[in-house]
C-alpha cells in the first residue's frame, strides 16, 4: 500500500490532485465522494488515475491487469488529516502470479508515488508564490454542489419552480 499523510484538507486535494496528475503526464478520469456512506468525522474521495504511457505495457503483457486499472488514489479524512492511499502496483503482479512484470509496476508505482507526493505539496508551491492575487481556473472550482440549469428534460428551470408563478407582491 502506497500511504502518504498531508497537512491539506480535503477540497485542496480535490484541487491539486488533478493538477499533480497532469504535470506526470496523466489525468484524473473520476472523482467519486464517499458523501454520507462513512462515519461522522471520516470521508473519503476516491480519485481514478489515467496513465496512458504505462497501462499499454502492462495490458499488453497480461490482459488480467484491467481488472486494476485505473489505478486509483484515496485521499482518506481521519481526525482532521488527509492522508492519499493506493494499491501498489507491484501487488498487481504478486496477485496475478507474474513477478516477471514487475518491472513493468514498478515504474507505475513510481509515477503513482510522484503524482501523490506532489499533491501533498501542491498548495504549499502555490501558496508561497503570492497569496494576495487569487484568480480560480477551471480545474480549480469544485462542482460538488452545483445546481444543474436545468432539472429535467423539459427545460424546467430551478428558478420557475421558486415562488407561485406570478409576482409575489402586486405592487403599491
Not at 69 to 75: E, M, S, T
Not at 88 to 114: I, K, Y
Not at 145 to 162: C, F, M, N, W
Request: glycine fraction near 6%.
Amino acid at each position: 500500500m502506497l500511504q502518504m499523510h498531508t497537512i491539506h484538507r480535503l477540497d485542496q486535494i480535490e484541487m491539486g490532485l488533478p493538477q499533480a496528475a497532469q504535470r506526470h503526464g496523466g489525468s484524473i478520469l473520476s472523482a467519486m465522494h464517499s458523501g454520507r456512506a462513512l462515519p461522522a468525522g471520516t470521508e473519503a474521495t476516491v480519485f481514478a488515475v489515467g496513465l496512458p504511457e504505462h497501462y499499454p505495457q502492462l495490458l499488453s503483457r497480461d490482459i488480467r491487469f484491467a481488472a486494476f486499472l485505473p489505478a486509483r488514489i484515496a485521499a482518506c479524512v481521519h481526525a482532521g488529516s488527509v492522508t492519499l492511499e493506493a494499491l501498489s502496483p507491484r501487488e498487481f503482479c504478486r496477485m496475478l502470479h507474474r513477478p516477471d512484470l514487475e518491472p513493468q509496476a514498478a515504474a507505475l508505482e513510481e509515477t503513482l508515488r510522484a503524482i501523490m507526493e506532489d499533491a501533498a505539496k501542491a498548495h504549499a508551491h502555490a501558496a508561497a508564490a503570492d497569496s494576495t492575487i487569487c484568480h480560480a481556473t477551471e480545474d480549480q472550482v469544485n462542482m460538488r454542489a452545483a445546481l444543474p440549469q436545468r432539472i429535467d428534460s423539459h427545460g424546467t428551470k430551478v428558478e420557475e419552480l421558486a415562488g407561485v408563478g406570478s409576482h409575489d407582491s402586486q405592487g403599491g
